[in-house]
């Protein structure tokens, strides 16, 4: 199965970027206390541990979220595998790309399984009291995955596909369906009308 360039890629950036979600955000569960900020690098990088009942910048369906939210990551993982397996073999960046986004929208969804608290996050970056919206392995995955995949459509569109050459039949062909409803004229007669 991973016999091509773009299937290691693929299985490589998909497995490492879901290991790392899932494996950061257990660490953070059991370490951290509920909205209590760690500096890592002064006030600018902080852990803090949060659940997201909603997706990216808290949007929300209020008591529908859950369902709604996983709903929509089981699609657009499915949609992305199919996208990953019409890639030619060869094409490392996009399948990259799309492992990103694939492992990221996995990692958010096993959260969302996991229970009702909502998907775990924990990066906090800011200065001061002006933060970013705080987020995970996984935000990141389908973040930096759209991005990268938005430049290389950008600069290399996708064509469609040119359509197939019907291949020559092995059984003589019938003549057109007027051509059956005329009958040939004579050498040097006028024609049918």
């Known amino acids: 199965m991973l016999s091509s360039p773009r299937d290691r890629i693929f299985a490589s950036v998909a497995l490492g970027i879901l290991a790392g979600d899932i494996v950061s955000k257990r660490i953070v569960e059991a370490n951290l206390t509920l909205h ?3 500096e890592v690098l002064g006030s600018y990088v902080r852990w ?5 009942t909603g997706a990216a910048m808290n949007m929300s369906f209020g008591a529908s979220s859950r369902v709604v ?8 993982v ?9 890639l030619p073999p060869t094409s490392t960046w996009l399948a990259g790309s799309l492992a990103m986004i694939a492992a990221g929208a996995t ?8 229970g009702t608290r909502g998907v775990v996050d924990f990066v906090d970056v800011g200065i001061g009291a002006t933060r970013f919206w705080t987020f995970n392995v996984a935000d990141s ?3 930096v995955g759209a991005v990268i995949l938005a430049i290389l459509t950008w600069r290399e569109p996708v064509h469609e596909a040119a ?7 092995s059984t003589p062909s019938s003549p057109p369906p007027d051509a059956m409803s005329t009958p ?3 050498p040097g007669a006028p024609p049918a009308a």
């Open 36 to 38: 209590q900020p760690y």
């Open 48 to 52: 803090t541990l949060t659940y997201n």
């Open 69 to 76: 939210f996983s709903l929509l990551a089981a699609v657009m």
């Open 78 to 86: 499915v949609i992305i595998l199919r996208m990953w397996r019409r």
């Open 107 to 114: 990692g958010n969804l096993i959260d969302r399984l996991r």
């Open 141 to 143: 995955g389908v973040t």
């Open 163 to 169: 359509p197939r050459s019907v291949a020559p039949s």
């Open 184 to 186: 040939p004229s004579e």
